[in-house]
């Protein structure tokens, strides 16, 4: 099979994009890790399907496949190229568009600067929600992971997501301890580990080792999980500029039962065919 696709980036987390629109698409596990592959494929963090949508209020439908095969339910950097894509495809015309997703709605919108602002829909702290075992209903849960114990605030951005406090980015044990607790048997679907350090109340940087990618460059859905849980401990003011490995995000929370708003950029790199058995 020859299977037209656009490579994209959003702060360096990067996506296949296929367009399940114009064409259907039945992809197995095998394919999707031949096209997440560096080596034997195209290469990327994540694998974006976008189809007609399954229920009346929405646009499209938005599926994601990390780079391993697995399909999961959010992806923030995608989503915004997710948005580019549909315009610059020519499928939609509109600024703001309807999206469904794995975890419900999400609804980005195209800003006339060419950055891409998401309604994340609402975190979520329950530790079910992730799923996450919990010993303790307060903000931070103790852990013991690779031979050490420390403590993690849990939230679901749709996906799940483990924040942790750093002094230093470039000290911080992801390497280590993201793998350990990326795999926690207390994470029963695994879980994407976010490391945070507060350089001050509307400013962090973060790393995180995502589930089914590893490092990657830049989380959107690890942003926002890191700044809402920053929020809800009050370390954080309400708006806050994240700084990734892969450049800068805005994330906006004004804390309960509202929902998160993240704007960021999204980038075409290239379209191609690749040759897909
Ligand atoms: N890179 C993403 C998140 C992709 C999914 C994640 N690895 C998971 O397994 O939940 C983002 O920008 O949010």
Not at 77 to 101: H, K, P, Y
Not at 148 to 159: A, L, Q, T, Y
Request: charged content about 20%; some cysteine; hydrophobic content about 40%.
């Amino acid at each position: 099979m020859r299977l037209p696709f656009t490579k994209m980036q959003g702060l360096g987390n990067d996506f296949v994009v296929l367009d399940g629109v114009r064409q259907t698409l039945a992809l197995d596990r095998a394919q999707l890790r031949r096209l997440g592959d560096r080596h034997f494929g195209i290469g990327c963090d994540q694998i974006l399907l976008v189809e007609p949508p399954t229920r009346p209020d929405a646009d499209f439908r938005y599926r994601i496949f990390n780079a391993d095969g697995s399909e999961v339910e959010q992806c923030g950097n995608g989503a915004r190229c997710f948005a580019r894509f549909v315009r610059e495809q020519g499928l939609s015309d509109q600024a703001e568009i309807r999206v469904e997703t794995a975890r419900g709605l999400i609804v980005p919108r195209i800003e006339a600067d060419g950055q891409v602002t998401v309604d994340m829909g609402l975190p979520d702290f329950t530790p079910a929600a992730l799923p996450f075992i919990a010993d303790t209903d307060l903000p931070l849960h103790p852990i013991e992971a690779a031979g050490e114990r420390f403590e993690i605030g849990v939230v679901s951005m749709g996906n799940p997501h483990a924040v942790l406090l750093v002094d230093s980015l470039t000290s911080a044990p992801v390497e280590r301890l993201g793998p350990a607790l990326q795999a926690h048997p207390r994470f029963p679907r695994q879980v994407n580990v976010g490391f945070m350090q507060i350089h001050h109340r509307g400013r962090i940087g973060l790393r995180v080792y995502e589930r089914g990618a590893g490092e990657t460059l830049a989380c959107g859905t690890g942003a926002c999980a890191a700044v809402v849980s920053g929020i809800r401990r009050g370390l954080l003011d309400w708006q806050v500029t994240v700084e990734t490995r892969g450049g800068e995000l805005s994330v906006r929370w004004a804390g309960p039962g509202q929902p998160v708003a993240m704007t960021g950029p999204a980038v075409t790199v290239f379209h191609g065919v690749i040759e897909l058995d």
